[in-house]
């Protein structure tokens, strides 16, 4: 079965420590995504991939790192410079031209 | 600075009656246009998109209309059922920058007996 495995899939983080959330998928796509959902807000863009061992920033990525080194993988750091990181974080990856698929999120809380 | 916008934050439909989701833009730049569904603790999925040189796309019961000259597009959910209820958001992209997918802030629709 084709698609994407974001883990975990609720994850708690005590203030002052880094935290990686887990994306991986198995469509052979080539350009991988992260967002963030607030309440009533849209998704935003963090960071996304368009190729291996590349990526580039997205409209809110202050606060968080990637790493693309497996097309199969885009790992998301949230780092202690992120000032408000609870939130639900998304991941996606999509073929050229076609539309993003996304996988169940990780809601991130702060303790 | 919203780019995308959907108005309203929630619809209520009967089963059956047609459901009309609304959607503006602000960016002349854009010129692909998305809906994606999303149920509670999921991640959104593909519903149905539009590029600008047509102003109709429809599959099965959605049809997604795009008004260029007014910046606005809507999707039609003809006829709504139950199944139907969850948050719809609205996507839009340029030709020049397709990784920068912008969302709205979604409509929550109801679909009730």
């Known amino acids: 079965d084709g698609g994407i495995t974001q883990s975990p899939k609720y994850l708690f983080r005590k203030e002052g420590q880094n935290v990686t959330l887990s994306c991986e998928q198995n469509?052979?796509?080539?350009?991988m995504y992260w967002y963030r959902q607030d309440p009533g807000q849209g998704l935003r863009l963090i960071y996304y991939?368009?190729?291996?061992?590349?990526?580039q920033k997205g409209d809110i990525a202050e606060g968080y790192s990637v790493s693309r080194e497996k097309k199969e993988s885009f790992p998301l750091t949230v780092t202690s410079a992120q000032k408000n990181p609870t939130a639900f974080y998304l991941c996606?990856?999509?073929?050229?031209?076609?539309?993003?698929?996304f996988g169940d999120g990780t809601r991130l809380s702060i303790l | 600075d919203q780019q995308v916008k959907q108005n309203s934050p929630s619809l209520s439909v009967q089963e059956g009656r047609i459901s009309i989701l609304n959607c503006d833009y602000t960016?002349?730049?854009?010129?692909?246009f998305l809906w994606y569904k999303k149920y509670p603790a999921e991640g959104p999925t593909f519903l149905i998109s539009?590029?600008?040189?047509?102003d109709k796309n429809e599959d099965g019961r959605f049809t997604v209309f795009l008004n260029k000259s007014a910046k606005h597009l809507s999707l039609h959910i003809v006829p709504s059922q139950p199944g139907d209820s969850a948050v719809y958001f609205c996507?839009?992209?340029?030709?020049?920058?397709?990784?920068?997918?912008?969302f709205g802030t979604g409509t929550r629709l109801q679909v009730f007996p």
């Open positions: 996606a990856s999509s073929a050229r031209v076609q539309p993003q698929h």
């Open positions: 469509l052979n796509h080539d350009a």
């Open positions: 991939s368009q190729i291996v061992n590349d990526f």
């Open positions: 960016n002349s730049m854009f010129d692909y």
């Open positions: 539009i590029s600008s040189i047509k």
């Open positions: 996507a839009a992209h340029s030709r020049r920058n397709t990784d920068k997918l912008i």
